[in-house]
Nanobody, 119 residues
Framework: QVQLVESGGGLVQAGGSLRLSCAAS????????MGWFRQAPGKEREFVAR????????YYADSMKGRFTISRDNAKNTVYLQMNSLKLEDTGVYYC????????????WGQGTQVTVSS
């Protein structure tokens, strides 16, 4: 079983930056891609970014391209989401997830961390 724990959320002004972390424990995540999702109040959860096991392939939702960067440190079993130029609409609960590199579904999910962007 894998446990994912997100951290780094908080309150930030529009235009500011935050770095989220997601630490995995319970087993190694060999051959697992990692993803970030978010859910804004009253909205469905949406895809933010994904990174392959090797880190060589990354994918972003269009609205995050150029502002967000996903990265991972496999030695630490941790994935990061650097968020810059934050906008009010980036407010939400951010979740990390893990799924096999060969699939685009996710088996494991964290509990989420709140990000609030204020004006």
């Amino acid at each position: 079983q894998v446990q994912l724990v997100e951290s780094g959320g908080g309150l930030v002004q529009a235009g500011g930056s935050l770095r989220l972390s997601c630490a995995a424990s319970g087993r190694t995540l060999s051959n697992y891609a990692m993803g970030w999702f978010r859910q804004a109040p009253g909205k469905e959860r949406e895809f933010v970014a994904r990174i392959s096991w090797s880190g060589g392939n990354t994918y972003y939702a269009d609205s995050m391209k150029g502002r967000f960067t996903i990265s991972r440190d496999n030695a630490k079993n941790t994935v990061y989401l650097q968020m810059n130029s934050l906008k009010l609409e980036d407010t939400g609960v951010y979740y990390c997830a893990a799924g096999l590199d060969s699939a685009f579904s996710y088996e494991y999910w964290g509990q989420g961390t709140q990000v609030t962007v204020s004006s």
